[in-house]
């Protein structure tokens, strides 16, 4: 029996997918602005979920590439009670610098496994973990400050310094775009 011809072994060549897959702030698939709920659909996208060269996030189904738009940040993060933190994707990751906070009170922080938000459920545990330069919790007026843009302002989360950053700054600080567009994958971020 003939071998089969080399050509009958690759992909076929299918466009990418652009505006159909999304990410919420909290971790939750959205397809074509429907949530996903199908557990099977959700364990997919979680394991083939990445990022290219440029900061795009995508999922690969497949020979094709389908782009995610991205309401805060690729990953969303969860802290445990034991100490620990993992992504919507169920990794457990580590937190890197830089930290930064919003105007809108939003943490941003890098992770071993990239960018990630911390989800708003999780926010008052994070902010019982800051510290002032005194070792103690921040005031509700340095905390503001901060929140507000006010760079004098010296705060840690688990001995890692907190910065303010503009929330239309986030993307371009972290290597990331909230929305992916055709012929995005070419350009640096």
């Known amino acids: 029996m003939p071998a089969p011809a080399t050509d009958a072994l690759h992909w076929p060549s299918v466009p ?6 999304a990410l919420d702030a909290r971790g939750q698939w959205r397809l ?3 949530r996903v709920t199908h557990p099977g659909l959700n364990a997919f996208l979680n394991a083939n979920y990445t990022c290219d060269a440029t900061g795009n996030w995508l999922v690969n189904n497949g020979p094709q590439r389908v782009y995610v738009r991205l309401e805060r940040a690729p990953l ?13 994707t169920g990794r ?3 937190a890197q610098p830089p930290v930064c906070i919003d105007e809108e009170g939003h943490i941003v922080l890098a992770t071993d ?3 990630g938000t911390v989800d708003d459920r999780d926010l008052a545990a994070f902010i019982t973990e800051m510290l002032d330069t005194d070792s ?11 929140i507000g843009g006010d760079t004098r302002i010296a705060l840690t989360w688990r001995g890692l310094p907190v910065e303010p950053c503009s929330c239309t700054e986030l993307p371009a600080r972290f290597g990331f775009r909230l929305d992916p567009q055709p012929g995005s994958d070419e350009r640096s971020v």
């Open 136 to 146: 103690r919790l921040p005031s509700e007026d340095a905390l503001l400050a901060c």
């Open 113 to 115: 496994a990239g960018p």
């Open 16 to 21: 990418a997918c652009y505006g159909w897959l």
């Open 76 to 88: 969303v993060l969860r802290l445990e009670r034991d100490g620990s933190m993992i992504d919507h």
């Open 92 to 94: 457990r990751v580590q």
């Open 32 to 34: 074509r602005d429907e």
